[in-house]
């Protein structure tokens, strides 16, 4: 079955950086739409970024300072994000489906278990 493994997450000061990186297994499984998400404590689970072979997405919150990038060879997406401040820490998810209104709607098939980022 589809898994999804998210590494990088961790603490870091603000205006640091860090760099998420997803997993998708097994290497068999293609899927055109990977996406980043994220959720504060006590609020709903935002898309930040996405990335399809035709365009990319980005919440307005990271515009700018974050930036989505796949490596279709080795299977992984990547969410690069400099300029943290603490409105930056959440439960960071990857996610991934075949259709990009599917990752937009925030209802995407599969979903890693998270990886925590904490700015302060």
């Known amino acids: 079955h589809v898994q999804l493994v998210e590494s990088g997450g961790g603490s870091v000061q603000a205006g640091g950086s860090l760099t998420l990186s997803c997993r998708v297994s097994?290497?068999?499984?293609?899927?055109?739409?990977m996406a980043w998400f994220r959720q504060p404590p006590g609020k709903v689970r935002e898309a930040v970024a996405a990335?399809?072979?035709?365009?990319?997405y980005y919440a307005e919150s990271v515009r700018g300072r974050f930036a989505i990038s796949r490596d279709s060879h080795e299977n992984t997406v990547d969410l690069q994000m400099n300029s943290l401040t603490p409105e930056d820490s959440a439960m960071y998810y990857c996610?991934?489906?075949?259709?990009?209104?599917?990752?937009?709607?925030?209802?995407?098939?599969?979903w890693g278990q998270g990886t925590q980022v904490t700015v302060s």
């Open positions: 996610a991934a489906d075949r259709t990009w209104g599917n990752i937009l709607r925030g209802t995407p098939n599969y």
């Open positions: 990335i399809d072979p035709d365009r990319s």
């Open positions: 097994p290497p068999t499984y293609s899927s055109p739409c």
